[in-house]
């Protein structure tokens, strides 16, 4: 399958997967209230902790090893996922532990979360992804997750339904994985190996699962921390702030996973200009999208967190307008880790970055959280976000930054004008006029840079109008 058939089936299901518990947000919002919301941002950020820990750095090292595998991927596969299987039953006791022994105020969601854990041993999308087979995933965990948003509505209906919604999400997690990895009987065959060969997987694997050991622990720990230090209540409004740029960045982190299979196998053959190339479009491409959308959060978030969820979280909006400014720097240092840092091995330096934003964030919110609570997070996370790429800058000398830079800038301008034109709109808050000024701000922001691509860099038209 193309490049381009690929990514829109992955970034399809991406945002998909983000917009749908999205749609549920309101409804659990009004339903439960700050404190509800928080308990269940608290308990669903512990277990996404393990579930980080039962599948290593396998979204990013099975990738690219099945990628790379060609011929000899049934024993590629074999060994690695052998050892996911071993090491995820580990973890699942370990996450059973805490949420019998350990969990207090949380335990009856923490409990319900448990199916969270168990499809780290289901898991493998990796491998279909590797494989550059993106429908299945897209259309299997679709039908699951529709099925599991239409429960939410019918069976929760207060604060104390909360492990009715943590068990059906975490349940079509499961599910939505185990349809996956039956799927890939067409592609694999399992055939059973010996244990050092399946953990020589291991090392490689676990340095990948640092970097996103760190990446969760200033996007997800952000969440313990308020909550412990903040209180549930302000935990609720950062998680709502938090959850709309997660969606957001949905377009980034899929349209990186389908061009990171590429961009190995390219480098493997010793194609490094075709890479080059495209890395250049992907940063027009993403920086256009990622800029236009943190300039219209900076100008109509506070309107629309107060619409989406209700005055109670009127003050998430005021949240989210810096929060989406990351939306940049996540963006950036996803281009340049995706198809050039990971697929040339330099598995240490994505490891270097993240742990230096993680560090940045840990020491930012003990400092503000105290103080400024939730928006003490907020700072922590820009802060963090902005050191990742800043790091990768320092070693990635072949590339030319200065002129991703001057990218950057020039969808910068247009962002910059359309916030303010939208902010100078006298309109009633509604959502009819919410929608109109969302319109009218994609419609100047788009043909701004179209007109940018068509006089300065034409080929990018061509590419989004070639029809293969």
Sequence with gaps: MSTRKNAAWNIGYRVFSVLLPLVNAPYLARIAGQHGVGLYSYAWSLSYFFVLLGTLGLETYGVRAMARAGEDRNRVFSQIYTMQLLWASLVLLAWLTYALFIA????????????????????????????????????????????????????????????????????STFLGNLSCLLSLRKSVRYRPCGLRDAFRHYPPCALLFLSVLAVSIYRTMDKVMVGAMAGMEQNGLYENAEKIVYCLSGFISAFGTVMLPRASRLVKAGREEEVLRGIDMSMHFMLSLVTGMAFGLLALGPELCTLFYGREFTESGRLLQPLGMTLVFIAWANVIRTQWILSHGMDTLVVRSVICGALVNLVTNFLLIPRMQ??????????????????????????PLKKYFLYLLAYCVPGALMALGLQALSLPSSWPSFFLKTGLGILFYGLVCLLYWKTRHPHLIRVLTRKS
């Design 104 to 171: 207090g105020e949380e335990r009856p969601i923490a409990l319900s979360l448990t199916f969270m854990s168990v499809s780290c041993m289901v898991s493998g999308d990796w491998a279909l992804m590797g494989l550059g087979r993106f429908r299945p995933i897209a259309l299997r965990n679709t039908f699951v997750k529709l099925l599991a948003a239409l429960s939410v509505f019918l069976l929760v209906h207060g604060e104390e339904d909360l492990w009715i919604y943590g068990l059906v999400w975490s349940l």
């Design 374 to 399: 939730a928006m003490g997070a907020v700072v922590g996370t820009c802060l963090a976000e902005f050191a990742v790429p800043v790091v990768q800058a320092l070693y990635v000398r072949p590339l």
